[in-house]
């Protein structure tokens, strides 16, 4: 098959939209998708100034997810003073799997002369996920550990390195995934939530002062079309899955919306446009109800719904194995 553009040889087909393109081409297609998903959600504060800059704290694991990522916000922001980039990476304790990500992340970083936080739950929580899923206390998936405590540090980091975004390398399948899977859930609340939390333009979320707002600029790319992009341009990025990895659930719908995609092509994008759409009605629904009751966790002071909040409440069950 030859590319629509320049009749080149095409090394994808995106069945949703008819294309073919060659290398150069599906580059130039996907950065070009990535910057207009940072002015459709309007990322770039008007009160961004050379002498006033935002910093945008990306989380950078090594995966090719956010290192294309970081590599295309690079080259989007190396000319604009406005802008600063942080990678933060974090070690879960997981070896042979972490190791070998946080080298591809300290390369990147390096080539990049970009700053970059490694932070780990060994030295941050005294825990390795290695031995937190041998333990098991709560007789729980790992995912389920190892999620709460990434994103605490996430937020907690962010917050620390002067963060005005926190951006991550979700794409267009992971995005699906989790809309798929609230819905099917019946999870309007969670929707709620994740519309202000991460989905909706900037300028259109309900403000926190608790938090650093997130985003997640690769969205409007396939997994599939990311894998490649970081092949062809070789980019230091860790492919192997973790050895812990268990969203049951997750891989399930994932191996649903394949089936999906293949016979009505373009479902992912119709499934995430409807999702934000009802997302956003329904976060307007909550927050005029006055939204959650927050608190201070009485352990490590981190805003919670609750007295002591997830992440301690977990730590707490470890110790006492
Ligand atoms: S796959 Fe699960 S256990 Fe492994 S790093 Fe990711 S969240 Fe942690
Ligand atoms: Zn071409
Ligand atoms: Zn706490």
Same mark, same amino acid.
């Given at each position: 098959?030859?590319?629509?553009?320049?009749?080149?040889?095409?090394? #994808?087909?995106?069945?949703?939209?008819?294309?073919?393109?060659?290398?150069? @081409?599906?580059?130039?297609?996907?950065?070009?998708?990535?910057?207009?998903? #940072? !002015?459709?959600?309007?990322? #770039?504060?008007?009160?961004?100034?050379?002498?006033?800059?935002?910093?945008?704290?990306?989380?950078?694991?090594?995966?090719?997810?956010?290192?294309?990522?970081?590599?295309?916000?690079?080259?989007?922001?190396?000319?604009?003073?406005?802008?600063?980039?942080?990678?933060?990476?974090?070690?879960?304790?997981?070896?042979?799997?972490?190791?070998?990500?946080?080298?591809?992340?300290?390369?990147?970083?390096?080539?990049?002369?970009?700053?970059?936080?490694?932070?780990?739950?060994?030295?941050?929580?005294?825990?390795?996920?290695?031995?937190? #899923?041998?333990?098991?206390?709560?007789?729980?998936?790992?995912?389920?550990?190892?999620?709460?405590?990434?994103?605490?540090?996430?937020?907690?980091?962010?917050?620390?390195?002067?963060?005005?975004?926190?951006?991550?390398? @979700?794409?267009?399948?992971?995005?699906?995934?989790?809309?798929?899977?609230?819905?099917?859930?019946?999870?309007?609340?969670?929707?709620?939530?994740?519309?202000?939390?991460?989905?909706?333009?900037?300028?259109?979320?309900?403000?926190?002062?608790?938090?650093?707002?997130?985003?997640?600029?690769? !969205?409007?790319?396939?997994?599939?079309?990311?894998?490649?992009?970081?092949?062809?341009?070789?980019?230091?990025? @860790?492919?192997?899955?973790?050895? @812990?990895?268990?969203?049951?659930? !997750?891989?399930?719908?994932?191996?649903?919306? /394949?089936?999906?995609?293949?016979?009505?092509?373009?479902?992912?994008?119709?499934?995430?446009?409807? /999702?934000?759409?009802?997302?956003?009605?329904?976060?307007?629904?909550?927050?005029?109800?006055?939204?959650?009751?927050?608190?201070?966790?009485?352990?490590?002071?981190?805003?919670?719904?609750?007295?002591?909040?997830?992440?301690?409440?977990?730590?707490?069950?470890?110790?006492?194995?």
């Amino acid at each position: 098959m030859d590319c629509d553009r320049c009749g080149g040889e095409a090394v #994808v087909h995106a069945a949703y939209s008819g294309a073919h393109l060659c290398g150069d @081409h599906l580059r130039e297609s996907v950065e070009k998708r990535v910057r207009r998903r #940072v !002015r459709r959600d309007d990322l #770039v504060s008007r009160e961004a100034t050379p002498e006033n800059p935002q910093t945008w704290v990306i989380g950078l694991s090594g995966g090719k997810d956010s290192v294309v990522l970081t590599q295309v916000l690079h080259e989007t922001f190396a000319e604009d003073p406005r802008i600063e980039l942080v990678g933060l990476t974090i070690h879960e304790g997981i070896e042979g799997y972490r190791d070998k990500s946080v080298e591809a992340c300290v390369e990147l970083a390096d080539d990049l002369g970009i700053r970059h936080e490694l932070v780990s739950y060994e030295e941050e929580f005294g825990i390795r996920m290695d031995d937190v #899923v041998e333990d098991d206390p709560e007789n729980m998936a790992a995912c389920a550990y190892c999620g709460v405590f990434r994103r605490d540090l996430l937020s907690e980091y962010a917050e620390k390195l002067g963060a005005d975004l926190l951006l991550t390398g @979700h794409n267009l399948d992971d995005e699906a995934q989790t809309a798929l899977m609230n819905i099917l859930e019946g999870d309007v609340a969670q929707i709620a939530k994740h519309f202000d939390a991460s989905l909706g333009p900037l300028s259109e979320r309900e403000e926190s002062e608790e938090f650093v707002p997130r985003a997640k600029p690769l !969205r409007d790319v396939p997994e599939k079309e990311v894998a490649l992009y970081a092949h062809l341009r070789d980019l230091p990025a @860790h492919i192997t899955e973790c050895p @812990h990895a268990s969203e049951a659930y !997750r891989g399930e719908i994932q191996q649903l919306l /394949y089936g999906l995609e293949e016979n009505h092509p373009g479902t992912r994008h119709s499934i995430i446009s409807g /999702y934000e759409e009802l997302a956003g009605i329904a976060a307007g629904e909550y927050n005029s109800e006055g939204g959650a009751d927050l608190r201070d966790c009485a352990e490590c002071g981190s805003t919670t719904t609750r007295e002591i909040c997830r992440k301690c409440s977990l730590l707490e069950s470890i110790e006492a194995v």
